[in-house]
């Protein structure tokens, strides 16, 4: 799609946070897969992910990471695999410091909705507070008072879901109820 590699290339001479992140060294910001009825919206380029692999979800070895295991687990209740979604990041660029997640996603929230007007998902699904904090114009107190819940954002239904991080205790039992649930009809 010529108009999201233009848009990687605005990413790329992006300087808002320059003192603030490392840049994604790869070419595109944009994992694209089969079907774009749903997005996946991540926080940030995983250090041990996509930054180095250029692959989403996989390390430089090609092997899907913990988390991409548990997200492929949820995604198989609505028979999907992780490379038949599009994936995106809210964050374009590598944060030096979690600190400055806030700040660096308001600068990249353009960019964001420029890619999901191209892309025009049915539904996005953002991982974590971070990635959520960044498409939603809401505010509220603890994540989890807004996981499962559906909010209309600029044409695009969005759901926030718990980060599939093994580490989480919530990662697939907070998780596998939403995925139970979404319809793409």
């Avoid at 910001?29 to 380029?45: H, N, Q």
């Avoid at 180095?52 to 988390?67: R, T």
């Avoid at 687990?73 to 660029?93: G, P, S, V």
Wanted: proline share 5%.
């Amino acid at each position: 799609m010529e108009q999201l590699k233009k848009i990687d290339e605005e990413i790329y001479r992006c300087n808002l946070c320059s003192d603030m992140v490392e840049k994604f060294p790869n070419s595109k910001t944009v994992s694209i897969g089969k079907y774009s009825d749903i997005v996946i919206l991540g926080e940030a380029p995983a250090n041990n992910g996509w930054r180095k692999s250029g692959i989403a979800w996989y390390d430089v070895n090609h092997k899907l990471l913990p988390s991409g295991i548990v997200l492929q687990k949820l995604l198989d209740e609505i028979n999907l695999k992780i490379e038949d979604t599009y994936f995106l990041e809210a964050i374009k660029c590598f944060p030096k410091d979690r600190k400055y997640l806030n700040k660096c996603g308001e600068n990249c929230k353009n960019y964001l909705f420029k890619q999901l007007n191209i892309i025009k998902p049915k539904i996005v699904l953002s991982l974590g507070d971070s990635a959520t904090k960044t498409i939603l114009d809401i505010k509220y107190k603890k994540f989890s008072d807004v996981v499962g819940k559906e909010f209309n954002i600029n044409g695009f239904k969005v759901i926030p879901i718990y980060h599939p991080s093994p580490i989480s205790p919530m990662s697939y039992k907070g998780n596998i109820e939403i995925f139970k649930k979404l319809n793409l009809k």
